[in-house]
């Protein structure tokens, strides 16, 4: 069994899964920082996945509608997360109460948040060593992430059906000289599972009947753009 | 050891409160049971046992009283099936048997018990290995002698051979009231501080834990009742299952003095809510003290530092608004997950590793509406999209708006899947049509046509 103290420790990083690796200066979720992932989607789920299904416990706050099927297939353990879909009024203290014992707390501010508001929660992750994932907008975050472009595939006009996401990814970090990065994903793969783009490109991916022939195309076509 | 049948058992058991979160919808139940006779032991959330002779005496007959305590029972909006017969297993066996139990005569247990299959005796070991030896019912069972029993399926063989007779195991342990298990104390001059209610409430938990010690029980959970001095009274369940020490419960007293109304700990000065002038330690679902130690959370180990993190704000916000999911089996998305108040164990009724056809393939939808959102599909010339009774589409879905938002062009879509679910309960039983649809904004939704209505049930990001 892990605990909270033997998830990579000493390096101060949760893990992420290998698809997201390069977006993160260190390769991780550092530990005490705070991170965005736009408006909450598959994207906020997956940027837990990797540490959750490597044994760090995740909250999620405020978030009612999280598909937690989705999550699962990302790769997230759900014996190792605890729902607050509605924290009420008084979100903050639910939100530092829950930042001294998760190693990840995934919020979407119930409201925007003042500056103080916000140094204050930074402070607590920072003095509890967790990390707050925010599916949100949050001006002080360490590091941004946001889907640039997206396009389902496998699904044609009348037939077939969703089978995955062909999406870029783009990574900004806080200061001048930090460039931003991209990457090509599937969010989500086939299965569910998530992963870099850049090998299943080709096509390998939607295969069978006419939703490949239609849909090849277009995907090679996006995957050249970025 | 005694060889005389058991004694006559009523059992009462609600099959809409059987689950492990509806034990407290149970206590009510279980008061009205009191009424009838005040030696109520529950067996487990839903189904609870008295002893049937006093009270069906004084009823005029066991018949007279089952049907009186149904209708009581139904009065609080349960269905309640009651069952009569000597010891309480038969008579958990008779509230099974038919939609409202069965009163199974003095002496005709055995005669009762002889068709049932020996899977209901709830021995793993004997229920797998009896059928392969040729016995297959309990009138079998109970034809053998008990010593040949013992000698070739030990102690559990002569447990199962007493029970297929009809001779009870164990008499009942009634549950005296819970009042007089409590442990509470006033605070006069109220106190403004938590630090002395806090202190009490260790040695009022001593004091609790050993009454309950000397009676055998156990608890399930104990509740924290704290009366303020401006009129306010706070009430919580805390999760006990007998684990918790005197400074642990104190330690809730504290979590719960922390997330009062209108504000932080230990000022007391707030004029609306004022000081503690009684504090309650009751302690809720008696059991009886087996010495089990429950895992708190099945299989993976929750550090001390989560739970009392996701304890802490349970006080702030209640039981029952910190959750976590439990995959459960079923077709529409909202379905295959449960949210189990954080402390509670549940077993999904639906399990998620049967197949459930008609469900949507993986990849699952990240955004799931625990409400359907509603929304409209029209076709190129701004009719709405219906479904005909052979599937038959009325035209090709074109824009999509929800909630009244702005119509969004649809690029792709794939359905209509029909669902049929329930076709054998009217009540429950929907007819439906689902569609996956992709928009010119990157988005794919899960749509749903019922009764010509569309929602959107989750989507794709």
Known sequence: M????????????????????????????????????????????????????????????GVPAVGMRAAVEAGV?????????????????????????FDIVLLCPPDQPSAQLRRKLEAAARRYDSVLVIAGDWPGAQSRLLVAHAEWAGIGVGYGRLRARLAQVVATGRGAGERPRAAWLWLPGADGAVTAAAAAASGSL??????????APDLARLASSG | MTRQAGARVLVLRCPDLLAEDAARAFEPVVAVVEEFCPHVEVLRPGVCAIPARGPARYFGGEVELASRLAAAVSLGGFGGQVGIADGLFAAG?????????LVVPPGKTPEFLAGFPVGVLGIPELTALLPRLGIETLGQLAELPPADAVSRFGPSGELAVRLARGLDPRPLIPRPPPADLSAAMEFDPPAGQSEPVIFAAKALADQMHDRLAAGGYGCVRVRVEVHYSGGAQVSRLWRHDGLLSALAVAERVRWQLDGRPGGQAATGDDAEVGGVTLLRLIPDQLVRATGRQLALWGDAVVTDRVARA??????MLGHDRVTRPVLAGGRRPAEQVLFVPFGDSEVPQRPADRPWPGQIPAPAPAVVYPVPRSASVTDSVGEVVSVGGRAGLSAAPALLAVEGGPACPVTAW?????????????????????????????RAWLAVLQEGHWVIEASYD
């Not at chain 1, 939607?206 to 849909?215: I, L, Q």
């Not at chain 2, 996701?310 to 006080?315: E, F, G, H, K, L």
């Not at chain 2, 076709?423 to 990157?442: K, V």
């Open chain 1, 2 to 61: 892990r605990h909270r103290d033997d998830v990579l420790a000493g390096e101060g990083m949760l893990p992420v899964l290998p698809a997201l690796r390069e977006l993160l200066p260190g390769g991780g979720l550092s530990r005490g920082s705070v991170v965005t992932s736009g408006g909450f989607g598959l994207l906020s789920l997956v940027l837990v996945a990797g540490a959750v299904a490597d044994g760090a416990w995740c909250a999620v706050v």
């Open chain 1, 77 to 101: 353990d759900p014996d190792r997360v605890v729902l607050i879909a509605d924290p009420g009024p008084r979100w903050p203290q639910v939100v530092a109460s829950l930042l001294d014992g």
């Open chain 1, 206 to 215: 939607v295969t069978g009947g006419r939703a490949a022939a239609t849909d």
């Open chain 2, 93 to 101: 066996l008779a509230a099974r048997t038919g939609p409202a139990g």
């Open chain 2, 310 to 315: 996701a304890i802490r704000v349970q006080a």
């Open chain 2, 414 to 442: 794939a359905g209509p899947w029909p669902v049929t679910q329930r076709w054998w309960d009217p009540p429950r039983s929907c007819r439906q049509a689902r569609f996956q649809l992709r928009t010119d904004d990157g």
